[in-house]
């Protein structure tokens, strides 16, 4: 060593810190690379992805190859800083070499290289694959000793690396991630999306139309005014019943019949030759589960039932895929944001749609509409001037009648 110069050790410091840095750096890229990314990439055959790929298989042997050229690299510089500093020096400059190396290593072979790796991880992850790939044949029985002693360790506390599995995806982090995902789509398709992750956790109770809402056919009532009802209603199908609707005896699709009511010898029997069968949906049905048993019966729409059959409300595939698509296709009527940041909120609004309306986080384990959710809160039907704190958002009682709430302010965030 003392017939090397100066020049050349200076020249093997410098390499040696070089190596450094590529083993900091691309351990933290090889560790940060987006996992979902990577698995497209191997899709597309990308030859770098790939070899990453089977590296990441099994990070003990990774990590194990890195740390042992790591190490033997940074042992070899400080050992060389320590010749060169004699050589300068003497034994009194080894305290300042050190001091030097350390902050040379901090800089240049940790810092730098694993904010980059960090940033930019592809950067660095698939060209180093490439070297890894065969370094790990060569270093094989080494890597393995280690990785034998590691995980003995491991396995003392309860892990054992050969049978852990990549964690997947739950739909709480999933949702987080369309949420953020504002620079790849517009906000009403990540709504879509959020939507149908939202689906299998809602059932048919969420968005029916309650009881009380449902529009239909008495035929008890005269047939004159069955007709005029017929002429003017906004919907296409009606249920049909006699005088309460845990009576309905079929639905009734207006094009079957609104071309008749102008015959002289139109009646109520032409009205139930034309009906088809009612169809009952228990009240906890999830929406997934509900889309498909329309699809597999043909059917558009049905009533909802509890566990003693009793009607409790409506619902449509309409009223299904507006969970999916929402914003497309309606006009948020029941909810009106105002000038000076507050919202104007018809308390009937089922309590998921104003979430998802205006991205609260109203709970929607309880009552299932906002004017059910603050009686359940106050434990009495509030009157108007009213305000409460509900669950953290401040709002007004508006209006209201003898037994429901009408509508409600909600005023802005302070």
Known sequence: MNDISLGVLFGILAALLILSAFFSGSETALMTLNRYRLQHLVKQRHRGAMKASRLLKRPDRLIGLILLGNNFVNILASSLATLIAIRIGGEQAIAAAAALLTLAVLIFSEVTPKTLAAIKPEIMAFPAAWIYTPLLKIFYPVVWLVNLVANLLLRIVGINVAKSKEESLNKEELKSIVSDAEDLMPARYRNMLLGILDMETASVEDIMTPRNEIVGIDLEESIEKIIEQLQNSPHTRLPVYKKSIDRVIGFLHLRNVLSLTSHEDFDKQCITDRMSKPFFIPVNTPLHKQIQCFKAEKLRIGLVVDEYGDVQGLVTLDDLLQE?????????????????????????VTVRELNRITHWDLPIEGPKTLNGLIIDFMETIPEPGTSVNLYGYRLEIIKRDENTIKLVKFHPFE
Do not use: N
């Not at 999916?324 to 296709?329: C, H, M, S």
């Open 324 to 348: 999916v698509i929402g914003e497309l296709i309606i006009e948020e009527a029941d909810v009106t944001p105002q000038k000076d940041g507050s919202y104007l909120v018809d308390a009937s």
